[in-house]
């Protein structure tokens, strides 16, 4: 048994925001003596293997550090390390034209080296989106608890203590939720930060685009635009004659004729003749 194995034996494991995860009861090493993995006892959930590479050893405690969060490490140190060396080679073939052959096949290296990469950021992006589902459900569970404590304290089922104690414990976990959470978002964002450097590196120079624009529209023809008015005509214009038909327009219909009434003497014959029956 190595150092590291007695150091580390018996100690406490906590999680970066240390909330307590079990005791670490035993390590599994390599032929040369370095540890592979470590297993921690987490009680219910029983005896968990976790690598090495994940857990810091402190002088009290063992903190275990997420999976999630040393990928999306790496990839970000590698990632910005790329960029650094393209930015560099990218410089130095603009001070010195001679050197652009030579240094065309590292220029193919750092490109392969970039798409690597960004297969192995989707499978991160994956992971983080993945653990964001398991925080929100963590969260949305904790309150509930607390909610449901709140409605046994008041109907007097639990006393103020435990309330306390539930209040607590909820707190601790609900800040837990919400600080790793923070981290995730941040580092997405510096993700997307640098995905957006890459193709500023990577895309064509829009300089480029816009003098080979303007020099397709310097050999083009220019369009002759016809600037003086035709003269007006000299001679006499003819007509020819043509006959009006008026046949063709619509025929407007007179008025009616106004009905005469008939006259006074008429009037006067027939009331005579009414007076005699």
Not at 59 to 70: A, E, G, M, Q, T
Not at 106 to 131: G, N, P, T
Not at 257 to 265: C, E, G, I, L, R
Request: glycine share 2%.
């Amino acid at each position: 048994m190595t150092h590291d194995d007695i150091d580390i034996i018996g100690k406490n494991v906590k999680d970066m925001y240390g909330t307590f995860m079990g005791k670490v009861i035993g390590t599994i090493t390599d032929i040369d003596g370095s540890i592979q993995s470590v297993g921690v006892d987490c009680g219910s959930q029983g005896l968990q293997q976790i690598q090495y590479e994940q857990l810091v050893v402190q002088s009290n405690v063992v903190i275990f550090i997420p999976k999630w969060r040393l990928d999306s490490q790496r990839l970000l140190r590698e990632k910005q390390l790329t960029l650094r060396r393209l930015k560099a080679l990218i410089d130095i073939v603009s001070e010195n034209d001679d050197m652009k052959a030579d240094a065309e096949i590292i220029h193919e290296k750092y490109k392969s080296k970039l798409a690597s990469l960004d297969e192995a950021e989707q499978q991160i992006k994956a992971k983080l989106e993945a653990r964001l589902t398991e925080l929100d459900e963590q969260l949305k569970s904790t309150k509930m608890l607390l909610f449901d404590a709140k409605v046994q304290y008041k109907s007097n089922e639990i006393s103020d203590n435990t309330f306390e104690t539930v209040k607590t414990c909820s707190a601790e976990l609900i800040e837990h939720v919400t600080h790793e959470t923070a981290e995730i978002s941040n580092v997405k964002r510096r993700i997307a930060d640098l995905d957006a450097e890459v193709l500023n590196i990577t895309a064509p120079p829009q300089k480029h685009l816009q003098e080979s624009a303007v020099s397709y529209l310097d050999n083009s023809e220019p369009q002759k635009v016809q600037s003086i008015l035709p003269e007006a005509p000299t001679e006499p214009i003819t007509y020819s004659a043509v006959p009006f038909i008026a046949e063709s327009l619509p025929t407007i219909p007179e008025p009616p004729k106004q009905v005469k009434t008939a006259t006074s003497h008429n009037e006067d014959d027939w009331l005579a003749r009414m007076e005699a029956q």
